[in-house]
């Protein structure tokens, strides 16, 4: 019997002992080392991961042919096909590829040509519309409430004007391009934002910093490019169609077809808002009612040795107002009932062609016609505005050492209003003369690749200005990279900026204040430095995305409105002293094995003006909404097996310092506050998607007495026993919007052939 234990124990050590093998292997990714990579064979239980030096190994695997595949967090999934032998070691050794989404994103921003995101020498933040689908709405302004770093300003209680600051820095120092192009400017400033539907948008890119080299005077402060859709990424058709409890409603339809050798897409925005609420009692309506469409055509040529050809078009029209509840438009222009129309038209046209020549050169155009036709209260503001753009440039790689980028640029604008600012100095007989400037300009850049883990990069432009003369703007930018995981850039910059007061800033044409120039303006300067840090790390649990970044801009000649030495006026003036605008910003993103992903950010703030006072004297004054801190933050789930994915968003802001009048009874700085969004959205086969959930989950509003005598909007009784302080009517005291809590609900759809 024991004989028989000992032969039939030796049989199975034979049979099954050489029935298995062993799989050893290390996964690398650009010749590094990737750990905690998850390695398995498919279809069974046998899995491990890499150690830090990117090694696993799995033992005791039967015999036969298997697929292994391994994953990990900011890489595509890998499989291949191997064999295991009996009593043997087989060894393994593969390379992963990055994911593109998260870390090999192609941007154009920071140099006018493609690079990745973790190759790009400046500092460039990138959001694509899945991001913006964390809290879906209508408009390109409303969007950048959970972008870090980014607020938009609402500018009037009445009429919700707003602009875009960017650490800190008022809404005429961001500079806003469509595929490049400078035709967000000017008038387009003031109501524009609210005209660039998220359904026209392929991918945001932000600079913050000043991007003058590239993009001229106005990319002071910061960039915001607006990539817009390529015809043949986009689906053959796709509509999403939301409303909130407000009965605001939201259409975007899109649609592609081919003509021979172009593709085009036809894409329709159109926006509804048009029930008066006035919850905070003081007889205005709390957000601005709306009635907006918008349509955008782009063709795009398929060419030979793939060269580039694309045009677009865009047309907006919109008709709003906000004022008293009471107000219909039979009122518009009179003095009895109060409100602020705003008609809007505009056009515009885009273009870029890739001359068919052996070299790389690009040329690009636009132009823009905005006109608009508003009245505030019974102060009529008419103006006109014309935008051409113009540029040519060589881009060229020389032994893979330099990329050479040189162009020239030509600007032509024109505007006109009913205003005096278009209108000539002799107050006896004053004659209408639009304003008209060229704007030429050169720039050359030249990005040196160092080594492996040293970049350089430095431009220069150089503009005539047919007001001011030359103007030059250098930039130096500096990238080392230690590793593939990390990243340091410095950056440096000049600026410089011309205002244009009644296309900037709303408050000059309310008629709530009369304007006063105290002298002749001389254009702004600045000089900014920025150092950055970047780390991916890719952990057992998920993949992390560290950045931060220290940022400092010092001004000269800064032109300044001041609300606060008359009630009824605005005075500007050039700063005698200097300006200071630094802090820090820090964001982290968090992408887990589990289907949970959470980012957040912060920014803090140092941002003053050192003035000279009626004595003499350098005093240090805060500017007016401009918060000390901020910051956003976003938690994702998806519950996989029911296709369900759950949004949290939101925002901080800190206090801001607001504009007063004498003797004001109202605070000087606002609260803090936060507005915060939830979202449910289910998805279903074949492309659809249905989405709801509560925007403003706090329900936050700023204080009722933010427009100063709501009762009498037309200062007819400024002298009444009841107003001792002399108030006159007043909506600037403003910092957020009215609009409170409400809930949304939408539906999307996609098809592809």
């Given at each position: 019997?024991?004989?028989l234990?000992i032969?039939?124990s ?30 398995g ?7 491990t ?11 005791n695997i ?7 595949q ?12 191997i ?10 050794q ?5 994911m ?62 707003g602009?875009?600051h ?22 387009a ?73 172009a ?16 919850n ?17 055509n ?9 060269k ?36 809007t ?32 209260g ?7 505005q ?15 050492l ?9 600007r ?18 004053p ?19 160092l ?18 003369g ?63 840090y ?9 993949f ?11 001004f ?6 001041d ?45 003053y ?6 004595f003499?004297?350098i ?73 709801g ?7 936050f ?35 957020a ?13 996609q098809?592809?052939?």
């Amino acid at each position: 019997m024991r004989l028989l234990v000992i032969f039939f124990s030796l049989a199975y050590i034979t049979v099954f002992g050489q029935t298995t093998g062993n799989i050893t292997g290390k996964i690398s990714c650009e010749r590094h080392a990737v750990p905690y990579v998850n390695v398995g064979i498919s279809n069974t239980s046998y899995g491990t991961s890499t150690n830090e030096q990117g090694i696993f190994k799995l033992t005791n695997i039967p015999v036969g042919k298997y697929t292994l595949q391994a994953s990990a967090i900011g890489y595509k999934n890998y499989k291949r096909t191997i064999e295991v032998k009996s009593g043997e070691s087989t060894p393994i050794q593969f390379e992963l590829e990055k994911m593109e989404q998260q870390l090999n994103e192609v941007v154009i921003t920071g140099t006018l040509n493609e690079v990745t995101l973790m190759e790009s020498v400046a500092p460039i933040e990138v959001f694509t519309p899945v991001f913006f689908r964390k809290n879906p709405t209508p408009a390109l302004f409303e969007a950048l409430q959970i972008v870090n770093g980014v607020r938009p300003q609402i500018n009037c209680s009445v009429c919700n004007t707003g602009d875009v600051h960017i650490n800190g820095m008022e809404g005429p120092y961001t500079m806003i391009t469509i595929d490049g192009m400078p035709i967000v400017g000017g008038l387009a400033s003031v109501y524009g934002l609210n005209g660039i539907p998220n359904s026209m948008i392929e991918q945001m890119e932000i600079v913050k910093g000043p991007a003058s080299t590239l993009y001229g005077s106005e990319a002071v402060g910061g960039l915001i490019n607006v990539i817009t859709k390529t015809p043949e990424k986009t689906p053959n058709f796709s509509f999403d169609v939301f409303t909130t409890s407000w009965r605001e409603v939201n259409t975007d339809i899109t649609t592609k077809f081919k003509v021979k050798n172009a593709t085009s897409i036809i894409g329709i925005n159109y926006f509804n808002y048009s029930l008066p609420i006035d919850n905070n009692g003081d007889n205005f309506t709390d957000a601005t009612l709306q009635d907006r469409v918008a349509l955008f055509n782009k063709w795009s040529f398929k060419r030979k040795e793939q060269k580039e050809a694309s045009v677009a078009l865009r047309y907006i029209y919109e008709d709003r107002w906000g004022g008293e509840m009471q107000w219909k438009p039979k009122f518009r222009g009179g003095d009895s009932i109060y409100a602020e129309s705003i008609y809007t038209s505009r056009y515009e046209l885009i273009g870029k062609y890739q001359l068919p020549i052996k070299e790389n050169l690009f040329s690009s155009f636009s132009y823009s016609n905005h006109n608009q036709n508003s009245v505030y209260g019974n102060v009529p503001y008419l103006a006109n505005q014309n935008i051409a753009f113009a540029q040519l440039y060589w881009d060229k790689k020389i032994k893979e050492l330099h990329r050479l980028t040189i162009g020239t640029a030509l600007r032509y604008n024109y505007y006109d209003d009913n205003s005096v600012a278009t209108q000539t100095s002799d107050s006896l007989n004053p004659v209408n003369k639009p304003e008209q400037f060229w704007l030429p300009g050169f720039f050359a850049q030249d990005e040196f690749y160092l080594n492996e883990k040293n970049k350089l990069l430095v431009g220069i432009r150089l503009d005539y200005d047919s007001r001011h003369g030359y103007i030059t703007t250098p930039r130096v930018n500096y990238k080392w990279s230690p590793s593939d995981q990390q990243h340091i850039r410095l950056s440096f910059g000049t600026g410089y900026r011309v205002v244009n007061l009644f296309t900037e800033d709303h408050a000059a044409v309310t008629g709530a204040r009369t304007v006063e120039i105290k002298n002749k303006l001389n254009p702004e300067k600045s000089y900014n430095g920025n150092i950055g840090y970047q780390k991916f790390i890719n952990t057992g649990f998920g993949f992390i995305n560290v950045d931060a970044s220290l940022f400092y801009t010092y001004f000269n000649n800064k032109i300044v409105p001041d609300y606060e030495t008359d009630p009824d006026k605005i005075i500007y003036d050039n700063l005698d002293g200097y300006a200071i605008s630094q802090g820090m910003s820090f964001n982290a993103s968090f992408d887990f094995k589990l289907p949970i992903k959470i980012m957040f950010g912060a920014t803090f703030l140092d941002v003053y003006q050192m003035n000279r006072n009626e004595f003499g004297n350098i005093e240090r004054n805060i500017p007016l909404l401009t918060e000390k801190v901020s910051g956003t933050y976003s938690v994702s789930y998806k519950f996989l097996k029911l296709n369900i994915k759950i949004d949290y968003s939101g925002n901080l802001y800190g206090p801001m310092k607001l504009p007063l009048v004498e003797n004001d009874y109202r605070p000087e700085y606002s609260a803090w506050y936060s507005v915060q969004n939830i979202q449910l959205t289910k998805t279903f086969n074949k492309g659809w998607e249905i989405y709801g959930g509560i925007k403003n989950l706090l329900n936050f509003t700023p204080p009722k007495y933010s427009i100063l005598r709501p009762n009498d909007p037309f200062d007819k009784n400024v002298n009444s026993s009841d107003n001792p302080n002399g108030y006159t009517f007043d909506p600037s005291y403003v910092y957020a919007s009215n609009q409170g809590i409400r809930g949304f609900i939408g539906v999307r759809y996609q098809f592809f052939k």
